[in-house]
């Protein structure tokens, strides 16, 4: 088959956004659906977990289930072990034991169906580390290490955290992967956003906020930087197709997981706005 004749790869790029994130589970449950395949995948934070799993062979729906069983508020307090040092508010021990269950074995980049490139950062640089090598779960906590919430991860010769510092929407590395057609998908949060009270509570079925009133000026601060710098970096960027999921306002970069059936739909809905553009490279 010659060049000209052969179908399109192509690459989604599945940014970070805490809860928010959950969309990406309905980006590629609907693709599945309408028989858009991926060729590369690459994630940051949040996308990069969702990629992770997908990769690993995870279907849609499968993240969806797992998702909503999840979601159920005595479920989340099972993942929530608050931390007495000063490296983050969790300990994320019992993190890390929920997500060695969803892998069920010791997997590497090169065992996955789909291939990989998750994002993180040094800390003792300020550089983008690319992830695309060695075990999957090491990647995985590293690429969604948000500062301040989980310890950093060491790696090698690296202090890491969440990838989204830098590179939220990592368009750039699954171009450099050899996509043809990039998919970027951006669930950073929308302003003016809605910040929790003072009791930490987005709804009386949600799950209160692990930050002492303090933090939440600061979190709110820096996902006002990465947002822009994120608008910023995707402008150059310049992926084929960008997708925008429209997230309801109850859901948030922390909260809102008891509302995660909205965030998945909102990514299905994403897909279909895009069908025509996304068929077209087919």
């Known amino acids: ?17 805490g809860v928010r994130g959950l969309a990406h589970i309905g980006v590629l449950k609907r693709m599945e659906r309408e028989g858009i395949p991926v060729s590369f995948l690459a994630g940051s934070s949040m996308g990069g ?29 099972k993942l929530v072990d608050v931390s007495r040092s000063r490296r983050g ?4 021990n019992r993190v890390r034991g929920y997500l060695r269950e969803l892998l069920e074995k010791d997997l590497t980049f090169d065992d996955l169906r789909i291939p990989l490139a ?14 695309r090598e060695g075990s999957l779960y090491d990647a995985i906590l590293a690429t969604i290490a ?3 919430l989980f310890s950093p991860v060491r790696k090698d010769n690296f202090l890491l955290v969440d990838g989204g510092v830098l590179n939220n929407v ?7 992967m050899g996509a043809d057609v990039v998919v970027a998908v951006d669930v950073s949060p929308t302003f003016p956003m809605e910040i929790a009270d003072e009791s930490g509570m987005k709804g009386e079925d949600d799950i209160p906020s ?14 006002i930087m990465v947002s822009a710098l994120t608008q910023v970096r995707l402008r150059e960027m310049q992926p084929d197709i960008l997708l925008r999921p429209s997230i309801p306002s109850n859901i948030s970069i922390f909260w809102g997981l008891t509302h995660a059936a909205e965030a998945i739909v909102a990514g299905e809905e994403s897909v279909l706005l895009a069908l025509p553009d996304l068929i077209s490279y087919i």
Request: negative net charge; hydrophobic residues 50%; aromatic residues 8%.
């Open 118 to 131: 998750l994002t993180a950062v040094d800390l003792r640089t300020g550089c983008e580390v690319i992830l």
């Open 210 to 223: 692990l930050f002492p009133g303090f933090a939440i000026g600061f979190y709110v601060a820096e996902l």
């Open 49 to 77: 977990l969702i990629a992770a799993l997908y990769a690993a062979g995870w279907s849609g729906e499968q993240l969806e289930e797992e998702v909503l069983r999840m979601s159920r508020i005595h479920q989340l307090f």
């Open 146 to 148: 948000v500062p301040g």
């Open 1 to 17: 088959m010659t060049d000209l004749a052969r179908p399109s790869k192509i690459g989604l790029a599945l940014g970070g956004g």
């Open 170 to 176: 990592p368009a750039d590395v699954v171009r450099l």
């Open 89 to 92: 508010l969790l300990e994320g």
